[in-house]
């Protein structure tokens, strides 16, 4: 099968969508000429073709972007508004949050607000504190939000065209280390992969490992060590749509195994994790043979410091691997 | 505009003027919950506005909505079923008073979030310029909402893309308790569009027939060249809500305002220089109280909602 990257398989899907459907149009800082179609290059070639009608360049101004794009998404529009930096999300928040999220419920389901605000997210780049962020927890507590965070070229791919197809509002978060690092199979033929579905990155048996974007990686490197030291055999599960949470594959996974350890990128505290372990203690915690741990960066923010961004404040598989061995280490013997 | 129109104006002034006292009159019965902001004194704006509008346009405007909301086509009996919670109000009991809406109508909205949902019209005016539609958006808010950056943000963006939005700022010179001088670098909102090279107009809010022509200019322009702010100067007679203790404006000033009546200069207009009679004036007032009585009726004996309806509509499925 083809391999591409991770940016180009985003791009693919817009591309694809746009084709399909003419009430698609993007929106956002940039994205006509710089840098070849967006800082990352996500829009590359959409100028080309489909016009400044429908790609459309706008000030830096992030309430004009998100409100706009949510008020042409009443009007039945399918806009995809770019948001530069995941980090620049806080300034959308209001539009999101009391807009966007509560517009079909507030008008009795008469009108929706299909616009999908995708945003460059994640550390690992040196870009510090503004321009590294995962931002997910801030939008978790927000009734009517979908969130979704990809971890491969071809989850991406299949997971936006199905975002842009979405009648509800959806943040889509790309992982900026993943953009042009990670390579992966997209078939040619068209695809979709359903919103609100888990994917078991990786079946075992010992341990739940659940990981989302970036992590997803670190968290199969950890399962692949494990293996081949130890012989412990690793379940890897991806939510890929956060909010609402897939329950039933998680769950599933953390009956089998009866062990869990959850990774994300943002700050352990009042993160995703926090929910998911939440999830786990209400309804299956009978199954549980040790504590649900979570491997999360530390109660900080991304610094500057390109050795301790990497080791210090990411989470990686050492990290993961550590986690893994204390929930075993409290359960007992395998 | 043509006598049938007049009459229906008056009408309708008179029917928000009473929807609002009978409003605050079921509000300090403790029968509507949260915060209820009046409309009364600023009648001629929402009417004046809305009567030039056409079908396809697009209206939104701030949580002092009742009166907009009317203009638009609502009945009153659907606003206090609203107001009292219930299953048959526009959102079935969720919105309340500060989120009437009815895209049926097309209108969007009744928005709590000061200055927000501006950016949300600008897209609304993206999505007929998108469609090639010559709809214009009519989005509405008060002089407090300009210091906010949503509005900044929003009429600039108005500008640069040339969207059909007409921007009409209520000039009721106060933010909740702050007077626009405290409040704004500039008094006069109109000035503010100029930092957009956008054109503007400064009209009587208090003058319905003013504000209608203004309005049906300004759209003009909207329609062809781009946004419009138009400033209506008016004056709430009610506190901000209605908790508020209205500690920050002296009574003469009040009572000087109250003799500026929307609608009393409107009827002394209908009587004086367009040929109506007190008898044909007063059959109108007592029409829009027959109405508001029965819609309160209404709205009594309608059920609440369901506990599980408030899960319906959150998501598509």
């Known amino acids: 099968m083809r391999e591409m990257y991770f940016v180009e398989a985003i791009n693919e ?18 994205i006509r000429y710089g840098h070849g179609g967006g800082i990352f290059g996500a829009t590359k070639g959409m100028l080309e073709e489909f016009g400044e009608e429908r790609v459309i360049d706008t000030p830096l101004s992030e309430l004009a972007i998100s409100g706009s794009a949510a008020g042409a998404a009443y009007m039945g529009m399918r806009p995809i508004a770019e948001i530069m930096f995941a980090d620049f999300m806080s300034i959308c928040h209001d539009l999101i949050v009391n807009g966007a999220s509560k517009f079909r419920w507030a008008s009795d389901g008469k009108a929706g607000c299909p616009v999908v605000y995708r945003a460059a997210f994640g550390a690992g780049v040196g870009a510090t504190l503004h321009h590294s962020q995962s931002p997910e927890a801030w939008l978790m507590n927000a009734p009517g939000l979908t969130i979704v965070m990809p971890s491969t070229p071809y989850d991406a791919k ?36 359903p919103i609100r579905k888990a994917d078991v990155k990786r079946a075992g048996t010992d341990v739940t490992v659940g990981a989302t974007g970036a992590m997803v990686h670190q968290a199969l490197e950890a399962a692949k060590i494990l293996e081949e030291r130890e012989g412990l055999s690793l379940e890897v599960v991806d939510p890929r749509t956060l909010l609402p ?4 594959t998680i769950l599933d996974s953390v009956r089998k195994t009866g062990r869990v350890v959850i990774v994300h990128e943002a700050p352990v505290t009042g993160g995703f994790g926090a929910e998911v372990a939440a999830v786990i203690a209400e309804k299956a915690i009978e199954y549980l043979n040790g504590p649900i741990l979570r491997v999360g960066a530390p109660w900080c923010s991304v610094p500057a410091n390109r050795n301790l961004e990497r080791d210090f404040y990411l989470p990686t598989a050492e990290k993961i691997i550590q986690a893994v061995k204390d929930v075993i280490r409290y359960g007992g013997e395998l | 505009m043509e006598k049938e129109k007049l009459q229906s ?24 919950g949260g915060f209820l902001h009046l409309y009364i004194g600023q009648e001629a704006v929402g009417s ?51 989120h009437l809406a009815d895209v049926k109508l097309n209108f969007w909205g009744g928005h709590a979030i000061v200055g927000a949902h501006l950016p949300l ?20 808010f008060g002089d407090g909402a300009t210091n906010i950056g949503y509005f900044h943000e929003a009429l600039n963006l108005s500008m640069v893309w040339k969207l059909p939005v007409l921007w009409v700022c209520e000039n009721n010179q106060y933010g909740m308790g702050t007077s626009v001088e405290r409040a704004s670098a500039v008094s006069e909102i109109r000035q503010k569009a100029s930092c957009y090279g956008m054109p503007s107009e400064r009209v009587d809010g208090m003058d319905v027939l003013q504000v209608y022509n203004a309005t049906q200019k300004a759209l003009e322009h909207v329609r062809k060249e781009g946004p419009f ?24 000033e009040i009572e000087k305002w109250r003799k500026d009546d929307p609608i009393g200069i409107f009827r002394e207009k209908l009587l004086a220089d367009l040929g109506f009679s007190e008898l044909t004036l007063d059959e109108e007032e007592l029409r829009a109280e027959n109405v508001i009585e029965e819609a309160v009726q209404f709205a009594e004996a309608s059920p609440d909602p369901a506990s599980e309806t408030l899960f319906d509509y959150l998501y598509v499925e």
């Open chain 1, 13 to 30: 899907a817009m591309i694809e969508e746009m084709r399909r459907d003419p009430a698609v149009f993007i929106l956002g800082e940039d």
């Open chain 1, 158 to 193: 299949g997971l936006l065209k199905s975002a842009i197809r979405y009648d509800d509002p959806v943040i889509f978060l790309e992982h900026k280390l993943l953009y042009r690092r990670l390579k992966g199979e997209v078939p040619e033929e068209e695809y979709l992969i």
């Open chain 1, 245 to 248: 949470l897939d329950e039933d």
């Open chain 2, 9 to 32: 104006l008056y009408y309708e002034m008179v029917l928000v003027r009473r929807l609002e006292e009978k409003s605050a009159n079921l509000y300090q019965q403790g029968r509507i």
């Open chain 2, 48 to 98: 004046g506005v809305i009567a030039a509008r056409q079908a396809k346009d697009r209206v939104i405007t701030a949580y002092r909505d009742h009166g907009v909301a009317i203009s638009c086509g609502m009945e009153p009996k659907v606003v206090f079923a609203e107001l009292l919670g219930k299953e048959t109000g526009c959102s079935k009991g969720r919105g309340g008073s500060m």
């Open chain 2, 121 to 140: 019209a600008a897209g609304m005016a993206l999505a007929d310029k998108y469609r090639g539609s010559d709809a214009a958006t009519l989005c509405m």
């Open chain 2, 229 to 252: 702010l138009l400033e209506a100067l008016t004056y709430r007679y009610r506190g901000h809500s209605m908790g508020d203790p209205e500690r920050y404006r002296a009574i003469d």
